[in-house]
């Protein structure tokens, strides 16, 4: 019997032999801008994004954030709205912290960004301590039930089992902000390290929660860009996936990163994560890495899922231009193995859907495996 | 004499206590602060572009050296308070709207600081009219715009229309960048200039007023 989209998307993950390439695509980008302007197409208005990606007859890959919620104890959390930003204070026996985030999914991409960080000064790091440290995990299985079984075999909810980004993406990115980050780092690394193992313990607390949740896959990391991540890569972030790998592969899961980002000088140190799974790899032209590097710099021992850059989409590249650049990308990743097709790392909401099915039909003609060049 | 090179060096580096100390012994023998910020601290900082560049250095070692050129200007600050410190041309510059991404920009503009411009950086999610608005207001030579979304990409060309409209355009180059953006795509819109990473943002410009 045929294997489903899920089914197919799980075997390349695990490194088994399929006979054609899977291929796994993303949308939200381009489905909710359309969708909060009234613009989707005729065909597709009223539609879901599911829908839509079975309507193009592609595999379906959803985002849902967490299988885990936070919850305080011993502090109280004010929440302030003033649309589009919200206000965090968390006000703790040790002081108070805030940060202030603007959120909004109008423009298509889901936009959560801290304007103003947690971390404001060396006097915040006993506090940041203390909420990370009475911060919990509760269970929040039921949404992703439900998403999962909207998308059934046509696909793959990914989610995390608690924060999108590790620990040290979380306090370069979220707490500290990445500049601020290194001269913190450069001028009191204990402090730093004493926060970044804070962050671990919750997030430990959290995949304690979330493996009960019985998801197949967990995204453990997201947004890395080489300029950044590669000096501080080896000391901190890969003991960690070590560690979270070892853990879930005991437990039999797949591990997974959301590498959309420059990969060209992290590739290599990939190999050591324990990572299963490089999803939405963005090759050239929108980074400096080809998919025949990548096969080659990730190794054999991992699955890659994506292949596809965002611009490709884009009304500059003709539809000849888009085929080309597909059939060219699966001669680079001959013979096809641990390879999902997918995007790196959306359909930006100026780019054309039907590009989606123009993929689905690319495979059936050139992405029987093994593909012979 | 103190030497200058060294200065350089410890700002590529990134040490900050060197770059003060030597600044101040430069100072001290009297050498020219014109000359200590041109062939020590831009100095510094050109080679540390040119590996940044090259991918030899990373986005920390960009940070180290702008906080050593910083805290050696501050040094020189009051030898400079007549002339004020000497600037090749000024930048606004900024992350178009709808766009959250500024850590590119910010390096962009920091190595533009660092090797002599006067920068003003408006930050990320940028309204067109604010960009229309500082080039009123600042009279720069440069209009710098990141984007990073091939979605807010075309923002670019609704900010150079506006400078249009506002009969600004000749008063100010523009120059675009950020992942998604070539050059091919820079010269569609018709901006004046287009620079791959941070480090060949700093001759571009330069090449933009003829310096
Ligand atoms: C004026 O002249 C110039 C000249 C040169 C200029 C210049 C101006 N500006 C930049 N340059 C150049 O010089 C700089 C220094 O050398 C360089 O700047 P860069 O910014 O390229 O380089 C930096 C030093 C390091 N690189 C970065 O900082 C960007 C890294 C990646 C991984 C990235 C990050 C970190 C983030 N992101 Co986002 N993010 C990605 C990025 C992947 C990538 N390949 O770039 C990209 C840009 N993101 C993307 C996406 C989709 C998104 N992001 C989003 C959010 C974020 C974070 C907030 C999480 C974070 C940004 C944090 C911040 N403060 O900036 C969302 C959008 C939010 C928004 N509205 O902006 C969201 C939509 C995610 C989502 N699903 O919601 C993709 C864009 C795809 C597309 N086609 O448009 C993306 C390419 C990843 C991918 N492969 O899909 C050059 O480009």
Redesign the pocket.
Known sequence: MALTPKQQILAAARGQKLDKLPFGARI??WYNYHSAHGTLPDKYKGWSQVDILRDQGAGVEV?FFAVTREEYRDMEVVETNDPPYITTEYRTPVGTVAKKEVFDTS???????EMEKLFKSEKDYPVIKYVMEHTGAVANFEPYYKLREEVGEDGMVMTAAGGL?SPVQRVM?EII??EQFFYELADRPARVEEMIEAVKDLERRKLRVGIECDLEIFNIC????D??QTPVFRKYFIPWFQEVSEFLHARGRLVMAHT???MRRLNRMFRETGIDIAE?I?PAP??LVSMKEFREQLGDGATIWGGI???LF?PMYSDADFDAYIKNMFKEMAPGYRFIVG????V?FDGDINRVGRVVELIDKYGRLPIQV | MADISLLAQAIDRGDMEKAVALTRAAAASGANPKDIIAKGLQAGMASVGEK??SGEYF?PDMLMAARALKAALEVLKPMLEKTGIPTIGRVV?G?VE????????N??AT?LSGNGFEVFDLG??VPVQKFVDEVKDKKPDIL??????????PVFSKVIKALEQGGLRSSVKV???????TQDYANYIGAD?????????VP?CRKLLGK
């Open positions: 939200d980008v985002r423009e298509g991409p889901w936009i959560k960004y980004w990115r902000g990445y997201a947004n890395w860009s300029d950044i959309d980002g420059e939405a963005t929108q980074t850059p965002s611009i884009e995007m790196g790392d959306n930006p | 940044f560049s986005l510059i992350t709808g766009d959250m991404h500024d850590i590119g920009k390096v962009v190595f990320l999610n710098g715009m990141s984007a990073l979304l091939t979605t807010t990409m120059i675009v960048g950020g992942a998604p953006v200039g287009y620079a791959h990473d941070g480090g060949r943002a571009e």
